[in-house]
């Protein structure tokens, strides 16, 4: 079976830094994704990471630990149009790529 | 030039009709995906087809029927609708079925938002 677990909510201030944790339990993982949502709007690509490290991209970066079965994605420098819902969706291997999404992190960015 | 598009972005029914939605995709990717995300924000796989075959099919009722008539489009035909059918219902699609990074990233439609009474 498969369970994503992530924090249903966080608060930030604007310009601070902040981590949203994502731990999985699932069979055939092949790579662990990072969608943000805003409200109203369709789920847009931010990060994936397959192997264990740090992934990052300008403000924002993932980490993977496979034996630990966690992943975390860092955001810095918070801007207010960062208040959104953060899902993290890992996808198993085989013919279908099946991706298995976490209930989402609502982030609120406070000035 | 919009990648992925769904039609239509609202839809309140009666329960009991019958009523399909549709999606479209001008990345000449070869797999499509309906999601569902319901009132807490779950967003939960229903269907894929790749190159017009299915290829994942979760446990949904059998009142949901996709179709694919080409790669470049999925629509989703829903009988019978039920309150439980209230949601957003999301299209996406990916390049392929295989290989590693950033080309398997699925894109997402802007959703169409389904209200059952």
């Known amino acids: 079976g498969q369970n994503i677990d992530q924090p249903t909510e966080m608060t930030a201030t604007e310009g601070a830094i902040v981590q949203i944790n994502c731990t999985y339990q699932?069979?055939?993982?092949?790579?662990l994704f990072w969608y943000q949502q805003h409200a109203g709007e369709a789920p847009t690509f931010l990060s994936y990471n397959v192997l264990d490290g740090l992934e990052e991209k300008g403000r924002f970066s993932s980490f993977l630990s496979r034996s630990k079965g966690y992943s975390y994605l860092l955001l810095k420098e918070l801007q207010m149009k960062d208040s959104a819902s953060y899902l993290c969706?890992?996808?198993?291997?085989?013919?279908?790529?099946?991706?298995?999404f976490g209930t989402g992190t609502l982030l609120a960015v406070q000035p | 030039d919009t990648a992925v598009s769904q039609t239509p972005k609202y839809l309140v029914t009666q329960m009991g009709n019958d009523k399909s939605i549709k999606c479209e995709q001008n990345?000449?990717?070869?797999?499509m995906y309906w999601y569902k995300q319901d009132s807490k924000k779950f967003l939960k796989i229903m269907f894929s087809y790749n190159n017009k075959e299915l290829i994942i099919n979760e446990t949904v009722p059998n009142r949901f029927s996709p179709k694919s008539p080409d790669k470049a489009h999925l629509n989703l035909h829903i009988n019978s609708l039920e309150l439980g059918d209230s949601a957003v219902y999301f299209c996406?699609?990916?390049?392929?079925?295989?290989?590693?990074?950033?080309?398997?990233?699925?894109?997402f439609g802007p959703g169409t938002r389904l209200l059952v009474l």
């Open positions: 996406a699609s990916r390049r392929g079925t295989g290989g590693e990074g950033y080309q398997e990233t699925q894109y």
């Open positions: 990345l000449g990717h070869d797999t």
């Open positions: 969706a890992v996808r198993r291997g085989g013919a279908t790529n099946k991706l298995i």
């Open positions: 699932t069979s055939g993982f092949n790579g």
